[in-house]
């Protein structure tokens, strides 16, 4: 067994980022005064997310110069390739916009306690390692990091009953899922002697398939398919997102499921995993059809965008059952062009909320248009991705998706997306028309852009833009991912084709 060499801890670097910044977070917290305002330790965090983000980019670049930095690291239980770095610099952005938003957020809402930012950097530590992990204990590891730390924050509302009920309910439902994915490992290591993923795909390759196999998969399946939302392991969602702080729904709908998307994959494709495909197929037909619907009758923005990302996880698994190297990547595009629309989102309602999060229905953004235009044309942007018209990431990612779905002759999977989304057009218009069409009807608290949320719904909906003007670069590094679960597919592992946006779907024929 080789020995552990330097170049292996620039394999974890984004992880041993975040770590020492989460424990310099919780040593300096005891320092300070109870009732001082934590503003400080939420720029340090911030500072340790970019970290992260630029350790993802130095990995990128390890990656390019290096053709051995992509080989197993850790006794063979991390591989950093172009799939893993793709998360490595989402996620922690994703939690960077997170505490940018939380920054007024815990002033507003009089919480003073340091160890908020703290549990963000250490949940970010484990959805940042569940992309690269390829040792299934090691990913059930990562997930519970991840999922403590995201029970505690939808609970950090204390002074609230539904805040404590959303912390409990997500604990609860969430052992049950995490208990499914543990069995599942279990029964994939009596299926093939090991939880490795490529000794997993070599056993699994060579047709040694017993029905343990199979339940093992469909165990995992269920296991996460709670984490991101998918139905029908969706019913925690709406109660938790409603409870939970409005930041902490921002990090919970994206970072969370972005990992465990991408663990999904890695568990589905690399390790040519059994009798997965109908599974995935109803569930994604499930989702989308019960989020839009559940989304039209809903009067609470908070619950309406809950179960949007139900309808968003079920677009997202679309792209899985299409499967081959052009369904991949158009999974892995359609999560980061969701992570950014859905975080900007998020970050508007969060400010809207005022202090207690009184401020949550539709009714309470009539006329937002004229007491804030900022806040009003940020989350239009937000809405019109969502929804996925032109210029906007959510436009191209559904695009993307769909396309790899007729592609891999899934009509009816297609057709029932399709009609999903011009239902889901109705209520995401209905805010806007609120919003600019309606007068206000019942005072709220004075509404001030803070530097701090600015620079996040700026960041936000630029990425949204950029992502539906020009997402190339995006699309081929996330078409490299799929060449790295999928090395045998198409093109060589590791080149970076030059495509544009009219060839993307004609050069990629399976």
Not at 161 to 189: H, N, P, Q, W
Not at 309 to 330: N, P
Not at 347 to 356: K, M, P, Q, T
Request: proline fraction near 4%.
């Amino acid at each position: 067994m080789n020995p552990i060499s330097s170049i292996d801890y620039i394999r974890i670097l984004p992880e041993l980022v975040l770590t020492l910044f989460g424990i310099g977070v919780m040593l300096i917290d005891p320092f300070l005064e109870p009732k001082a305002s934590r503003r400080g330790l939420g720029i340090f965090s911030l500072v340790g997310t970019l970290a992260a983000v630029a350790a993802g980019f130095y990995q990128a670049q390890c990656l390019s110069s290096d053709p051995h930095f992509s080989d197993l690291g850790w006794f063979g239980m991390v591989r950093v390739d172009s799939f893993s770095v793709f998360f490595h610099i989402l996620i922690p952005a994703i939690s960077a916009v997170c505490i940018l938003a939380s920054l007024e957020y815990l002033d507003n809402q009089n919480i003073r306690t340091g160890e908020y930012y703290g549990l963000i950097l250490f949940g970010t530590v484990g959805m940042v390692l569940m992309s690269s992990a390829i040792e299934l204990v090691l990913i059930f590891i990562a997930l519970e990091i991840s999922s403590i730390s995201t029970y505690v924050l939808a609970g950090y509302r204390q002074r609230t009953a539904a805040s404590t009920e959303s912390s409990i309910k997500y604990f609860l439902l969430g052992s049950f899922a995490t208990a499914f994915f543990l069995y599942g490992v279990a029964m994939m290591f009596g299926a093939t002697g090991s939880t490795s993923i490529p000794r997993i795909a070599e056993v699994l390759s060579a047709g040694n398939l017993t029905s343990l196999a199979y339940v093992a998969t469909a165990l995992m399946v269920i296991g996460l398919g709670f984490k991101v939302a998918a139905a029908p392991f969706h019913v925690w969602t709406p109660d938790v997102y409603e409870g939970a702080p409005a930041p902490i729904v921002a990090l919970m709908s994206t970072g969370p499921k972005a990992a465990a998307f991408a663990v999904l994959l890695r568990v589905l494709f690399s390790t040519n995993a059994p009798g997965w495909f109908w599974l995935v197929w109803v569930s994604a037909a499930v989702s989308m059809t019960l989020g839009n619907f559940g989304a039209l009758l809903q009067n609470n923005v908070k619950r309406m965008l809950a179960y949007s990302s139900i309808a968003h996880a079920g677009y997202l698994l679309v792209a899985f059952a299409a499967g081959k190297e052009l369904g991949l990547s158009a999974a892995i595009f359609y999560t980061a062009a969701y992570a950014v629309m859905n975080i900007g989102a998020f970050a508007v309602v969060s400010h809207l909320a005022g202090s207690g999060e009184r401020y949550t229905s539709i009714d309470d953004y009539a006329g937002l248009g004229r007491r804030s235009p900022l806040l009003a044309f940020t989350l239009t942007i937000f809405m019109l991705s969502l929804i996925g018209i032109p210029l906007t990431g959510g436009f191209f990612a559904k695009y993307y998706v769909f396309s790899a779905a007729l592609k891999s002759n899934l009509v009816w999977l297609s057709i029932i997306g399709l009609v999903n989304s011009a239902v889901a057009a109705y209520y995401y218009l209905r805010l806007i028309v609120v919003m600019y069409m309606r007068e206000q009807t019942v005072e709220t608290e004075p509404i001030k852009v803070t530097p701090a949320m600015g620079l996040a719904l700026v960041l936000a909906a630029v990425a949204t833009i950029y992502l539906g003007v020009a997402p190339n670069n995006v699309v081929q590094y996330a078409t490299q991912g799929a060449q790295n679960l999928m090395p045998n597919s198409g093109q060589r592992a590791g080149t970076q084709p030059k495509l544009f946006l009219p060839q993307i779907f004609a050069d990629q024929q399976h």
